[in-house]
């Protein structure tokens, strides 16, 4: 292409970039709430962020005349963009968590801003504990109940004993409203509170109805032997119909084998037998929805990839490092591996790239249900940034795209990373890393809808916990494993070990019979159920979905489901 051609799209691409940020700053400044609205969400779709300030005054105008926006269709949609955007003002967030807007309804008013509230919320998780502690609690008595969930949720997102003893304290005083109830039930079994199969059993005798049914739907979720023995005995106590339909939901929540037994034997009694039938279709569908494999028993294999921050190489005394924290914290469901290596670059021409002296072939090896991506930080060396900054996004995307062609297909995370403060060792540069190198992970980010994960952010304050500049100390080796685990946690990421095993254990239907392939491994029972019912082994099997429960040997145990085509 000649310099003229060059330049005319140039200019032509130029020109367009300016009538759309004209575009945007003139829907902005609208009184009409639609409009901003619409440029609210087509800024964050493109992950614009120099438009932070333009949507916040946005706001802060509708804010001061709601009548302009009925419904707070405008700020709503300013909210959440301002988190789409990884928004850094904690105190904005902070101060509107509170914000309510009552709007005249037939018989009284109603609270239009709901939605501001749920978004404030789930901004301010991204904070330590000690930061968004107060606000976060303070929202479990808002007025809305929708919000009161939120609130719940999110704080069962952080680890430690005090956010365990806010929602058990939550859950004992009660709710007018069962679903607050029912998600302080989840929240207790997604921290594993070791009183919560008590609690549940104490609720499973409550006057009202809705809170007996979380109750026993939480008993079933928890998957604990002993909480299957109080289904039972609830069951063996209770005979009046309406309590048995409650327990029944309990029991198909457990997705046992003790549980699947029991309303195998209960299809013979004529009177639950159809009860007893839609019990096992709810388990079945479940699973169908889940995904097409799920194996137990096997933890969630995650990959940190990393520098000398994840490596530990650096720790001032004998601290663990940062993925063993995680490994604490997330427990025994996972198995954390730490693939840092100390001064590398994820420039692929860097002084000191990871693609050459970092265990990447090891972590593809190991085929990792989760990826955390955190490199950059020796990348804002002057001797790697100056000439080689225009290689960083193809590299970060090579990187990505490296993982994700693994047959594990990994849920991956991309990490910032933490500040670098003057005098910082090693030649690192704080400013690139924020306002360059960051801005390009996010891009990258964007491209492969992987989700960020924001380390930079909550340390920014603390410098006095990197004593070179660089490398933290345990408050901050604390906070990366804290911020890490919570983004795990709240994006369901575990549900990404039902794929890695997909590869490893497969069945399918020939000539009416069922062929099992398990690598390495003999298959020591199984049996074959559709959404009806348990089937026995047969000779011939009609067309149809089913699903075969497979117990190998090293007690191992699977579902697939599989398909038997015409």
């Known amino acids: 292409m000649c310099s003229v051609t060059r330049n005319y799209f140039s200019q032509k691409w130029q020109s367009m970039i300016y009538l759309l940020e004209s575009m945007f700053k003139k829907q902005l400044s609208s009184n009409n709430a639609m409009t901003v609205s619409q440029a609210a969400k087509a800024i964050a779709q493109q992950m614009l962020s120099e438009y932070e300030p333009a949507l916040k005054s946005a706001y802060a105008k509708f804010k001061s005349n709601p009548k302009n926006d009925n419904g707070c269709i405008a700020k709503t949609a300013i909210v959440s963009a301002l988190v789409e955007l990884n928004s850094k003002d904690f105190g904005w967030f902070n101060t ?46 808002d007025s809305e109940h929708v919000v009161r969930m939120a609130a719940i949720k999110a704080i069962s997102a952080y680890n430690g004993k005090e956010p365990e003893y806010v929602i058990l304290t939550k859950t004992v005083s009660g709710d007018p409203n069962s679903e607050v109830i ?34 026993a739907f939480a008993l079933g979720e928890s998957r604990l032997p002993e909480a299957f023995k109080i289904l039972i005995e609830a069951w063996d106590n209770n005979i009046l119909p309406s309590h048995r339909d409650i327990i029944l939901t309990g029991i198909a929540a457990h997705k046992s084998r003790e549980a699947k037994e029991f309303l195998e034997e209960l299809k013979d009694n004529p009177t639950y037998k159809a009860k007893a039938e839609q019990a096992l279709g709810r388990i ?19 990959a940190c990839i990393g520098n000398s921050i994840t490596e530990g190489n650096y720790l001032w005394g004998s601290e663990p490092t940062y993925p063993e924290r995680l490994q604490t914290i997330l427990g025994n ?25 970092g265990p990447l072939g090891d972590a593809l090896a190991h085929n990792p249900d989760i990826v955390t991506i955190k490199l950059g930080t020796n990348d804002s060396r002057a001797d ?55 801005p390009l992970i996010r891009e ?76 390495g491994r003999n298959v020591v029972k199984y049996h074959l159920y559709n959404c009806r019912g348990l089937f026995l082994k047969s000779t011939k099997i009609p067309n149809g979905v089913y699903f075969l429960s497979i117990e190998l040997t090293g007690n191992e145990h699977h579902f697939l489901k599989i398909l038997k085509l015409n």
Not at 284 to 296: E, K, P, V
Request: aromatic share 10%.
């Open 384 to 438: 790697n940034w100056t000439s080689l900054k225009g290689e960083f996004l193809k590299d970060y995307l090579w990187m990505i795209d490296t993982f994700a062609s693994l047959a594990s297909k990994p849920k991956i995370y991309a990490v910032l990373p933490v500040p670098a403060f003057p005098p910082s060792c090693c030649g690192l540069d704080g400013e690139t890393i924020a306002s360059e190198i960051i």
């Open 96 to 141: 509107e968590i509170n914000y309510t807007q009552l709007e005249p309804v037939y018989g009284g008013s109603r609270d239009a801003a709901i939605d501001i509230r749920v978004k404030c919320i789930e901004a301010l998780t991204a904070y330590p504990w000690f930061q968004a502690a107060h606000s976060l609690v303070m929202r479990i008595g």
């Open 182 to 215: 029912g998600e302080c039930f989840r929240a207790l079994n997604s921290i594993e509170a070791e009183c919560r199969i008590e609690l549940f059993a104490k609720h499973l005798e409550d006057e009202n109805e809705d809170i007996r049914l979380e109750a």
């Open 284 to 302: 079945l569908l479940t699973l169908l929805l889940l995904i097409s494999t799920i194996a137990y028993s096997v933890p969630t294999k995650v």
């Open 444 to 519: 990258a980010a964007r491209q492969r809808n992987l989700t960020v994960i924001d380390c930079h952010t909550p340390l920014l304050p603390f410098s006095s916990y990197f004593p070179d500049g660089v490398h933290p100390t345990a408050p901050g080796l604390d906070s990366i494993a804290a911020v890490i685990s919570r983004t795990i946690k709240l994006t369901g990421a575990s549900e990404t070990t039902t794929q890695s095993h997909a590869q490893r254990i497969s069945a399918k239907i020939v000539n009416g019979k069922i062929v099992i392939d398990a690598p």
């Open 333 to 357: 469901s996972y198995e954390v591996r730490n693939y840092g290596v100390s001064g590398t670059t994820l420039l692929r021409n860097g002084n000191y790239p990871y693609v050459n002296f």
